[in-house]
């Protein structure tokens, strides 16, 4: 019985994928657009953030490997504060994914847009946001296995192109193009580097994942340390490659104004059905991501409910 339960578990690489794809499969889309309006110098930015979160990560992967017990975050907060912490960090990061996961798929409804241009009305936005919800839902009954795999198959729609123009790209990069970007509203550096951040930070949200969902991973006290030291590692290195080349290839003016800037910059590199096959690879990525949100969600209301701190019904599986 006991070996049947693990192969339903995730392993190493799912649950590093699933921390990833967490990381990287909605907040990449938007984030080179986002960035262009505080200016290139924004690459400094990255590189405050990324040893923060590598420190972050390192945190969590201590705890991790001390705190056997499943919770992530929770967990952790409980062994030192007791068990009001407990609740305190199960119930506002509940609070904080059910957002995220609402956010997430307006996100992948405004990249389908182009191509059902129907759905602009508030109703029809309203019922493809629920679909999608649902859609994700409904994906996340197979248990932490199939999450793991189809996560694994869905983050390569984001990761084959932000990856592929951290390496063609250069062929495009134009070093005058990314200088002119450099500090277009020529405020100071610390002014543009803490704006930057801002945004940055945000894009590593998700480095928490794997902890939470300890439970449902194999051998968890090397598995989950390994996999937000990986999983962080790798899309730290994508954020900083992608958005780098991106802001010397798209003038700054035009890439900061766009709604879907991997699908203008593969236009710009090729030909707009290419940008087209990149926005929706993108969409697939973002859907991707929404379940590995869904996922971690259920984890961490059923981790609560265990503890007689959430309802009973969230412990049902």
Not at 27 to 33: H, T
Not at 69 to 93: C, D, L, P, Q, V
Request: glycine share 10%; proline share 4%.
């Amino acid at each position: 019985m006991s070996s049947n339960t693990d192969t339903k578990k995730m392993g190493l690489v799912g649950l590093t994928v699933l921390v990833a794809v967490n990381m990287m499969g909605s907040g990449i889309i938007m984030l080179p657009a986002s960035l262009a309006q505080v200016g290139a110098i924004s690459m400094l930015s990255w590189i405050v953030t990324a040893l923060g979160a590598m420190c972050i990560a390192y945190t969590f992967a201590k705890c991790g490997a001390f705190c056997k017990r499943s919770g992530g975050m929770s967990a952790y907060a409980e062994e030192a504060h007791g068990k009001s912490s407990f609740f305190i960090s199960s119930y506002t990061y509940y609070v904080c994914l059910v957002i995220s996961c609402v956010a997430i798929a307006v996100s992948a409804l405004g990249y389908i847009k182009p191509f059902m241009p129907w759905l602009d009305t508030p109703i029809h936005t309203f019922f493809g946001v629920v679909a999608i919800l649902i859609l994700t839902m409904v994906a996340n009954f197979g248990g932490p296995k199939i999450t793991g795999q189809i996560s694994a198959f869905t983050v390569w729609g984001i990761i084959i192109p932000v990856a592929g123009l951290s390496i063609i790209g250069w062929w495009w990069f134009d070093p005058q193009t990314f200088m002119n970007a450099w500090n277009p509203h020529h405020d100071t550096t610390m002014h543009s580097v803490s704006s930057g951040i801002a945004l940055t930070l945000w894009a590593f949200l998700g480095i928490e994942s794997a902890g939470a969902n300890s439970d449902a991973v194999e051998n968890p006290e090397r598995n989950v340390p390994l996999a937000v030291l990986f999983g962080t590692g790798f899309a730290a290195v994508i954020y900083i490659a992608s958005t780098g080349v991106i802001q010397g290839i798209i003038p700054n003016a035009e890439l900061s104004a766009s709604t879907a800037p991997f699908g203008l910059v593969f236009s710009h590199m090729f030909n707009p059905m290419v940008g087209n096959i990149v926005t929706l690879a993108a969409v697939i990525a973002c859907i991707g991501s929404l379940l590995g949100w869904q996922f971690t969600n259920a984890q961490v209301s059923k981790a609560a409910a265990d503890e007689g701190l959430f309802p009973k019904i969230f412990a049902k599986t």
